[in-house]
């Protein structure tokens, strides 16, 4: 029942900043604030890999390739998620993805939404 849409992608230079935003369009995450929210991505050719988690009491973890540049956040109150992106690299570019994971194996819990695409031109 939970739809998540994604948005806040675009194209920018090497160096430059983006916000992605994460929400329910139907407005029901009655549990948000017991579920870990994360942000994927998926390049061209690539498998989805998993970019950042956050807790509901705002522990985080990001992977390494974009540790010290991407800070995610959230809002209970408003059951949203960000991805703050800086200093982005050619590389960075792919499709962005939010989701709740569950387990200690960080399982996707909801369907996926459409993505939002991030372009990083050289």
């Known amino acids: 029942q939970v739809q998540l849409v994604e948005s806040g992608g675009g194209l920018v230079q090497a160096g430059g900043s983006l916000r992605l935003s994460c929400q329910d369009q139907?407005?029901?995450?009655?549990?948000?604030?017991?579920?870990?929210m994360a942000w994927y991505r998926q390049a061209p050719g690539n498998q989805r890999e998993l970019v950042a988690t956050?807790?509901?009491?705002?522990?985080?973890n990001y992977a390494d390739s974009v540790k010290d540049r991407f800070i995610i956040s959230r809002d209970n109150s408003r059951k949203r998620t960000w991805l703050q992106m800086n200093s982005l690299k050619p590389e960075d570019t792919a499709v962005y993805y939010c989701?709740?994971?569950?387990?200690?194996?960080?399982?996707?819990?909801?369907?996926w939404g459409q993505g939002t695409q991030v372009t990083v031109s050289p």
């Open positions: 956050i807790t509901g009491g705002g522990s985080t």
């Open positions: 139907r407005s029901i995450f009655s549990t948000f604030i017991g579920n870990v």
């Open positions: 989701n709740a994971v569950v387990g200690s194996d960080l399982r996707p819990k909801y369907n």
